[in-house]
């Protein structure tokens, strides 16, 4: 009797190779390497001028630095929700703009050191506030998790950018703003380069090799600080800030002007805690 099922024959070694190869095209058509990251001068240009302003208001005194705290605070509450998309926009923008001003104005009216005592306080007092606001909505609730994660990282950012605020009452606590602003800007011109799928992989080890060559020019000038120390200041700062617009330039809304605002004010605030941190160990 013949059989009904007969074996099929093995494979050659080039039909072998060639399902190989056509397994690893199409992996690679699925999974691309690097997430896609678009042009966005305007955000460039924004992160290089809230840079600037904070820069100059550091050496204007702490109060200069909260009120420019309080302007990126702001366009963050403005343009939060429409940027994630968020529901309930109106209560999620108070309780944005609660939160930022509880933390700004507690480390603005701490005078002495710990400079940092009460910030903590105040982001807990903030998101008990965003909870609350939570329970009082009355469209359902949908996406609850989202709301409130997206809500508490928000004031996490500003909380993190506040404490620069404390910086210039310390010694060369100016120039460390300086230094770190300086980062934060030149990683943001080397976003540009995001128009060459070439540059695409490259960004942030370049957007963090500039911003170590911009640290240690602008440290050279104090004196007081060491290359190494500023290189080191520069490259997180700068790696910070170009993380969190690799992040956000993935959400749909950041083509429009106002996300590419609140992108940037994220993107400078949310290393504010590194850099205090690095700039009062190893600088002050």
Do not use: K
């Not at 005592?117 to 903030?126: L, Q």
């Not at 969190?244 to 992108?263: C, D, F, K, M, N």
């Not at 994220?266 to 190893?282: E, F, N």
């Amino acid at each position: 009797m013949t059989d009904a099922n007969p074996e099929p024959p093995p494979p050659t070694r080039g039909s072998t190779r060639a399902l190989a190869r056509a397994a690893q095209e199409a992996a690679e058509t699925a999974t691309p390497p690097v997430s896609e990251m678009p042009m966005q001068p305007l955000l460039a240009v924004a992160v290089v001028a809230l840079a600037g302003l904070l820069t100059v208001t550091a050496f204007a005194g702490p109060a200069m630095v909260a009120l420019a705290l309080a302007l990126a605070a702001g366009v963050i509450a403005w343009g939060w929700c429409g940027l994630l998309g968020l529901p309930s926009p109106r209560g999620t923008s108070l309780v944005l703009a609660l939160g930022s001003a509880a933390a700004i104005g507690t480390v603005l009216a701490t005078t002495e050191d710990p400079y940092l005592v009460w910030p903590p306080a105040a982001m807990a007092g903030a998101m008990i506030v965003a909870f609350i606001h939570q329970l009082a909505r009355r469209d359902g609730r949908p996406r609850l998790v989202e709301s409130i994660a997206s809500t508490v990282t928000a004031i996490a950012v500003v909380v993190s950018g506040a404490s620069l605020v404390a910086l210039p009452r310390t010694e060369h606590g100016a120039w460390v703003v300086a230094i770190a602003s300086a980062a934060v800007a030149v990683s943001a011109l080397t976003d540009l380069a995001a128009g060459s799928r070439r540059f695409l992989p490259w960004l942030l080890p370049l957007a963090m090799f500039a911003g170590g060559v911009a640290a240690v020019a602008v440290g050279h000038r104090l004196g007081a600080v060491g290359w190494g120390v500023a290189a080191l200041l520069g490259v997180l700062a700068a790696g910070i800030s170009h993380a969190v617009r690799r992040v956000l330039a993935t959400l749909p809304a950041i083509s429009g002007a106002r996300s590419q605002l609140v992108s940037a004010c994220a993107s400078v605030l949310t290393g504010g805690m590194v850099v205090y941190v690095v700039g009062r160990l190893l600088i002050i």
